[in-house]
């Protein structure tokens, strides 16, 4: 064998070289995946909702409903009238102190003093874990990081005003945003990171940066991030109208010449991410991939909250450059868009500037137009969360590969350079086409804050043979009997909108991504027919063969499940389910799951189940709580 010029020896370590950096290039910019959604928003209970609001163009903006404040006492058309709102409208989530505080473990009276806010978040990222079929508490003792945009103080500023004799030992802890992220990590028992972020109305897409910073840094290996607001008090929107800010016409007119200001909103969103090479070794739902972000300060603009189209610019581009890049790959912006001719026209020019400005030294060779939207249209201005619903949104158009319609869009701002910037907005749903779905989500609050996040689609996931299981086991559970009907509905539900889920993805991931609660069902079955049967059985109260129920006993041994391609016997804590075996075994794994037993699934093999899926979430108990009247 002839021994290698040094000219190809000299190549081959210049290639080797190369791929080292490359590597080590990678290996400083690793995707991050969002494997978990929840939302709360004005029109949409859940994420079906929401994009069913999204893809037929419903606007979700009401008069202000009556439980936040005597609106004919605080409204007047005049801008000028002292103490006075201009503004009958806005976006608001029903039943504001209605809560499941037993769920929790929180008391009555504590949880009387908890902000609705922080209220809203626990529920929204409880079914945020559980979309993304993480069992919460398997996250005890786990580097779990938790940021959540929040800036609103209504209802401190609400029991601040009562009789001091109202004011109880839960009123800081109740209130303060560091307790928001505080009380989250607490309940699941993580050790990552928790912070709360006020940047106005960029806060949490901030949070979002900071949670995909924290997840490169290797700080956390899981990141809840939320976004959060609710409107109680009738003070901050005086405030705002006092300072022009809000529509008069209480809609929100992005982009429009008829645009005269935000509309209030309130809401919650919740994402779960993870280090995308994780999420695709443990087979999680990956729902998105986070490319790149990025944050700055407008500096010492021509004023505290006037945007800075130069900042703007600054940001997206490091947005990109993070995510390695070129302006014309991305394909559709959701901007934060919030309806003043001013704000609207410097984000668009901004936009323009970095996506393509035909005619200009800095010309992009694009070869289509950049779709840009805005959600607040629909749902209005979510303030702290504003940037967790754009995100969402686009999230959601992702999965469904289709643009929703932009609403309002009558008469373009002609502030805009519309002919001059390679920018179109989608009036009617549209297909998503490109090579490579990729979108960037804006956000600047008025404290100077700017955030961008670049997204892109989810890799399909991987395919593999499977073992032909003759038998399955459904475990479901709930800490009442109402609620485990209610969620024994709820699959109903999903299973005649999905009538072809695979079996095995669908036990899997209620075996494996759900706490175990008192009140326990099991079902034996081998078919997703025969699964919803069964279920109908159970809310008939008809016995069937496969159904066992029951109430768990705090002393039932826990037990070790491993799926294997060969058949091991069975120890006193740990069963092994082969094909062969698996319907010997089964029956008495549910019985020990309804007596009380904990169960811990394993598939070393990777032959039982393709990847986790998306299942209905727990049905909260809620009860009305609201503060404690005065003694």
């Not at 993304?132 to 786990?142: D, E, N, T």
């Not at 450059?321 to 001719?341: C, D, M, N």
């Not at 990729?438 to 989810?458: P, R, Y």
């Not at 889920?501 to 075996?511: E, G, K, R, S, V």
Request: charged share 15%.
């Amino acid at each position: 064998m002839t021994e290698a010029s040094p000219t190809k020896r000299a190549l081959l370590a210049i290639q080797q070289l190369q791929a080292k950096l490359e590597a080590l290039e990678a290996e400083k910019h690793p995707p991050i995946a969002i494997v978990g959604m929840g939302c709360r928003f004005p029109g949409a209970e859940t994420l079906d909702d929401f994009w069913a609001l999204l893809h037929a163009g419903k606007d979700a903006i009401t008069e202000i409903p009556g439980d936040r404040w005597n609106l004919d006492q605080y409204y007047s058309p005049d801008p000028s009238a002292a103490g006075k709102m201009y503004t009958r409208h806005g976006g608001f989530v029903p039943h504001l102190h209605d809560f499941d505080a037993a769920f929790f473990r929180i008391a009555p009276r504590e949880a009387a003093s908890l902000d609705p806010q922080q209220r809203l978040l626990l529920e929204v990222s409880w079914e945020a874990l559980e979309q993304a079929g993480i069992s919460p508490h398997r996250l005890l003792g786990q580097s779990v990081g938790v940021f959540v945009g929040i800036c609103g103080i209504d209802y401190w500023h609400q029991l601040l005003q009562q009789d001091p004799s109202t004011i109880d030992a839960y009123l800081t802890t109740g209130n303060t945003h560091s307790t928001a992220a505080g009380r989250l990590s607490y309940l699941l028992g993580s050790t990552g990171p928790s912070m709360a972020i006020d940047a106005a109305c960029a806060s949490s897409l901030v949070a979002v940066h900071l949670a995909y910073q924290s997840l490169r840094q290797r700080e956390c290996d899981l990141a809840i991030v939320g976004g959060v607001n609710r409107i109680l008090s009738p003070e901050m929107m005086v405030n705002f109208c006092k300072a022009k800010m809000l529509s008069a016409t209480g809609r929100c007119h992005s982009f429009d010449a008829s645009a005269d200001g935000f509309v209030r909103s309130e809401g919650c969103g919740v994402v779960v991410l993870k280090r995308l090479d994780e999420a695709l070794g443990d087979r999680n739902f990956v729902q998105a991939v986070i490319l790149g972000s990025a944050t700055n300060h407008d500096g010492r603009s021509s004023g505290l909250t006037v945007p800075n189209g130069l900042a703007q610019q600054a940001v997206i581009r490091q947005a990109l450059k993070q995510s390695r890049l070129e302006p014309q790959q991305v394909s559709y912006l959701e901007a934060h868009g919030t309806g003043t001719v001013l704000g609207d026209s410097i984000e668009l020019e901004a936009l323009g500037q970095v996506f393509g400005a035909s005619g200009t030294d800095r010309a992009v060779n694009r070869p289509e137009p950049l779709w840009i939207g805005s959600v607040k249209p629909n749902i209005g201005h979510l303030e702290a969360a504003s940037g967790m619903a754009g995100l969402i949104k686009v999230v959601l158009a992702l999965q469904h590969q289709t643009l929703p319609p932009h609403l309002h869009l009558r008469q373009p701002n002609p502030k805009i350079n519309w002919a001059q910037l390679p920018l179109k907005v989608p009036t009617a749903p549209t297909p998503w086409d490109a090579p490579r779905r990729i979108a960037g989500v804006n956000a600047f609050g008025f404290s100077g804050a700017n955030a961008h996040v670049v997204l892109t689609e989810a890799p399909a996931p991987e395919s593999a043979p499977l073992l032909p299981y003759p038998l399955h086991l459904l475990t479901l559970s709930a800490r009442t009997e109402p609620a485990l009907r209610q969620l024994v509905e709820r699959y109903v539900q999903h299973l005649q909108r999905h009538p072809n889920f695979p079996i095995a993805d669908l036990c899997w991931t209620a075996n494996t991504g759900r706490s175990p609660l008192p009140q326990r069902l099991a079902i034996l079955t081998d078919s997703l027919p025969d699964l919803l049967q069964k279920l109908h059985s159970v809310l008939q109260g008809t016995p069937a063969p496969g159904i066992l129920q029951g109430r768990a006993q705090p002393t039932a041994p826990a037990l070790q499940i491993h799926y294997t391609a060969a058949s091991q016997p069975p120890t006193a804590s740990t069963r092994y389910l082969s094909p062969d075996t698996a319907a010997g075994q089964l029956p008495d794994i549910a019985t020990a799951f309804v007596q009380g037993s904990e169960l811990t699934w394993h598939d070393g093999d990777r032959r039982y189940f393709q990847q986790t899926v998306a299942l209905p979430t727990y049905p909260f108990q809620r009860q009305p709580c609201g503060p404690i009247p005065a003694p």
